[in-house]
């Protein structure tokens, strides 16, 4: 025999029958791995159906019991509780109870068609008896007894009222109305759910004002040390601010850029590109800061800007901190004013009047301190033009503790056009303060005033939101012990 005969096959064909065989082999093993994957497959999605589902009867239990809560007046005996729901069922668990507060879990529980086991979704929160968070109010009038009476306005969100509300016929309320005992809200567009409350009655949140005083005197002082009889004028070109930098007056003119970081103290007025010439750019530099102080007014802009042929921002000013003694008249102010004049990411303090004119801003911080003697003593975002697009206030927070009729005022020209409020706080809480709005429109803006003087054309959708740019400045009020609200949940899930 040779070598290699053992290697030669004497029977072709039963070697073939022996690869059909070894590939059915293969196939078979093929097809059990690909019918296992699929089966995998198909069971992950109907395990992850089942979460959903369970997750669902969570939240359906939570509503239901927060129900059972609004109708009972001690929480402090509440106990476990189960309830079949949608082709599953679930559980409730009272983790904490008194009798105005509860901490409880929510557990869905949804039969799996795959595994046979239960799949189990859970929530966990606190309910609190007491007024809903204040941000979930478009209307808050906190200590004026006087009527609110709302005309021709949309509101999405609560409503607070020391005294009656009256709703004009062309009015829409969405959200729950309070009113204190022996008041009530009446008019043919009173249409959503009327609470009663007894006393003790919720006042305004607390706004501590010491921060920003302090803040404010330390400009004070500032001011009394600057003698200079320096009278600053910019045309053109590119000023950088550094250290202290004390002057009489300062007045910008023509294409000007302020940048740097440092802080100017003007002793008299600021007039920064009042007459219609441009562009001003007031920028600090990277990591910098820019103040600018001043004894008397601070003015920015002009109502009629831009000028003809110019499109886009004429004015730019960001990231600085504007302060007005108004030490020299009752007429001091900061007034920000033009269409193409936009003001962001700054701070601007006032012991007398701030007005927005023909203008927007966005995430500012604006506070106006009391006035002893109430002469102009007002923050104003107003439109004057009709020829000039709605102008959006977006991210501020307004803090006005002024006193009089205009403590706050924002007012459009017209139903078409509005001045806009997103996002942001309006809080005006001086003595005998009231707040003016008309030809308003926003979303997500809580207003809470002493007291209202006009309410018309006004369109807020304020339910369940607030500004998302600033932390909040207020402390919870008092009282109000007739509403359940909820914490956040904590989710989980096995």
Known sequence: MK??????????????????????????????????????????????????????????????????????????????????????????????????????????????????????????????????????????????????????????????????????????????????????????????????????????????????????????????????RISKSISSGTYTVSGVQNFSSFRTTGAVTITGSGTIVVRGDVLLNTALTGPLRVSPSPGGKITIIAGGTISVGNSANPPAGFNGLFHEISGVTLYSAARNSSTNRIYIAGPATKLSDSELYSRRYIRFQDTGSARNFVFVDEKADGINNAMELVLTRSDIAPQSFNGNVLISLARGARAFMAAGQSASLTLNLSNSLVYANGTSSRCYLQDVRGDFTPVLCSSFSIVRRVLLNNQRGFYQFYSSPLRPFAGFQKYVWTLEPERQGY
């Open 3 to 228: 070598p290699c005969d053992f290697l030669k096959v004497s029977n072709p064909r039963g070697f073939a029958l022996l690869g059909v065989i070894a590939l059915m082999v293969l196939v078979g093993l093929f097809s059990a791995v690909g019918a296992s994957l699929v089966a995998s497959s198909l069971g992950a999605q109907t395990h992850q159906m089942d979460s959903l589902r369970a997750l669902a009867l969570a939240e359906a239990g939570k509503e239901w019991f927060l129900e059972e809560l609004r109708g009972d007046t001690d929480w402090s005996d509440q106990t476990a509780k189960t309830r079949s729901f949608g082709g599953g069922s679930f559980e409730i668990a009272v983790l904490s109870a008194s009798v105005d507060n509860l901490r409880f879990r929510a557990t869905g529980v949804q039969p799996s068609g795959f595994t046979g086991q239960d799949i189990r979704r859970q929530l966990t929160l606190e309910a609190r008896r007491g007024m809903s968070p204040f941000f979930n109010f478009s209307f808050f009038q906190g200590q004026d007894s006087g009527d609110l009476t709302i005309q021709s306005s949309q509101l999405t969100g609560d409503l607070w009222s020391r005294g009656t509300i009256i709703g004009s016929s062309d009015s829409f309320f969405n959200g729950v109305i309070y009113v204190p005992t022996g008041e009530e809200a009446q008019g043919a567009g009173v249409s959503m759910k009327v609470k009663i409350v007894g006393p003790p009655y919720p006042e305004l949140p607390i706004f501590d004002p010491a921060e920003h005083r302090t803040k404010m005197n330390g400009f004070d002082a500032l001011l009394n040390a600057n003698s200079s």
